[in-house]
């Protein structure tokens, strides 16, 4: 009987483990890191110049199964599903204005292919995270997600 009881008071812990942990974009940026003044004036000069390319990530956060809302920035898919895709903290990153920071922007790959069926809604999206960086033609990223789950951002 005793072992039923501990048993059963386990398991409101073990449903816990498989919860994502909640994060934000303020989240992927080191405590003690402050982002240097932005030496570009990118209205001026229209440039789409990346800045603060040497941000660091959150080293901790490496491996964690997570959730984050953000916007998508299309890669890879079709007209139904995306299998690669940046997140972004705010719509227009990396297409209509600069890229943020590295550390603000996550590489996602997605292998049952991603629905998204409005690319202007922000999205909560599920997965393993990784501290490995990622560069591409757009932007330098300094996370990486391997997707599990999308859907709407309601929040």
Known sequence: MKKWILALSLLPMLALADEPLELFWEDLIPEDY????????????????????????????????????????????????LTEFLLVPFFGACIH??????????????????????????????????TEPWKGDIATVGYRLEGVKVEPYEG
């Not at 990346?50 to 890669?75: M, R, T, Y």
């Not at 550390?103 to 292919?113: E, Y």
């Open 34 to 81: 402050q982002l240097p003044e932005q030496l570009v004036d990118h209205e001026a000069n229209n440039s789409m110049t990346q800045q603060s390319l040497d941000a660091p990530v959150v080293e901790a956060l490496n491996g964690s199964f997570v959730k984050i809302p953000g916007f998508v920035v299309p890669l890879e898919g079709d007209e139904e599903k």
């Open 97 to 130: 204005v600069p890229p943020p920071p590295p550390n603000q922007i996550v590489h996602v790959k997605f292998p049952a292919g991603a629905p998204v069926d409005n690319l202007w809604d922000a999205v909560w999206l599920t997965g393993t995270l990784s």
